[in-house]
T-cell receptor, first 114, second 123 residues
Framework: SQELEQSPQSLIVQEGKNLTINCTSSKTLYGLYWYKQKYGEGLIFLMMLQKGGEEKSHEKITAKLDEKKQQSSLHITASQPSHAGIYLCGADVMTTDSWGKLQFGAGTQVVVTP | GAVVSQHPSWVICKSGTSVKIECRSLDFQATTMFWYRQFPKQSLMLMATSNEGSKATYEQGVEKDKFLINHASLTLSTLTVTSAHPEDSSFYIC???????????????????FGPGTRLTVT
């Protein structure tokens, strides 16, 4: 099965500072999703990457997928209190009998301090 | 982005009763939906894949007779927790997959959108 490791498990960042979260897979990623979750709530879709070397940005959040498609990073520039939450990476699991199942990393809890 | 709704958002039921949770894709059609379970401060665990017009595919260790899934239309999947027990108390989240084009002739580009979740408490 696909193993996804997220790092760090948690981080505290001062408002206005940048932060980076990493997601590493034991196998080639056919689709990598980034979501944000607040505790006890659903997941908010951030970005999806499929091509090696792909990079996407939305507002102050940038996600990249490396050329080998085994590692992705999520970078937040000039963090704000609204960026606080749990960030999850999910990998598309490709099997012969199913398509599109996601396996998730353990999540990274982000706390933004004043 | 696309919108997926879940109903109810929370439910409390007595042990031995059944509870139905609905997952709807509001502005797109989803031939495939997924049901996840999340325990406090843990990541999501995939329970089953719900396919419109056919039987659901369950992950290893998930009891299909206990967690009944029905994907009756392209916008609705339901999860019924039968004969609920306190250990079934959890946060249940559904997701719906939307095709967003093709990367190649054989490789489609998908996006998955999640519902807000349903918190089930069995007393």
């Amino acid at each position: 099965s696909q193993e996804l490791e997220q790092s760090p498990q948690s981080l505290i960042v001062q408002e206005g500072k940048n932060l980076t979260i990493n997601c590493t897979s034991s196998k080639t990623l056919y689709g990598l999703y980034w979501y944000k979750q607040k505790y006890g709530e659903g997941l908010i879709f951030l970005m999806m990457l499929q091509k090696g070397g792909e990079e996407k940005s939305h507002e102050k959040i940038t996600a990249k997928l490396d050329e080998k498609k085994q590692q992705s990073s999520l970078h937040i520039t000039a963090s704000q209190p609204s960026h606080a939450g749990i960030y999850l990476c999910g990998a598309d699991v490709m099997t012969t009998d199913s398509w599109g199942k996601l396996q998730f990393g353990a999540g990274t809890q982000v706390v933004v301090t004043p | 982005g696309a919108v997926v709704s879940q109903h109810p958002s929370w439910v409390i039921c007595k042990s031995g009763t059944s509870v139905k949770i609905e997952c709807r894709s509001l502005d797109f059609q989803a031939t495939t939906m997924f049901w996840y379970r999340q325990f406090p401060k843990q990541s999501l665990m995939l329970m089953a894949t719900s396919n419109e017009g056919s039987k659901a595919t369950y992950e290893q260790g998930v009891e299909k007779d206990k967690f009944l899934i029905n994907h009756a239309s392209l916008t609705l999947s339901t999860l019924t927790v039968t004969s609920a027990h306190p250990e079934d108390s959890s946060f249940y989240i559904c997701s719906a997959r939307r095709i967003r084009g093709a990367m190649s002739w054989y490789f489609l580009r998908y996006e998955q959108y999640f519902g807000p979740g349903t918190r089930l408490t069995v007393t």
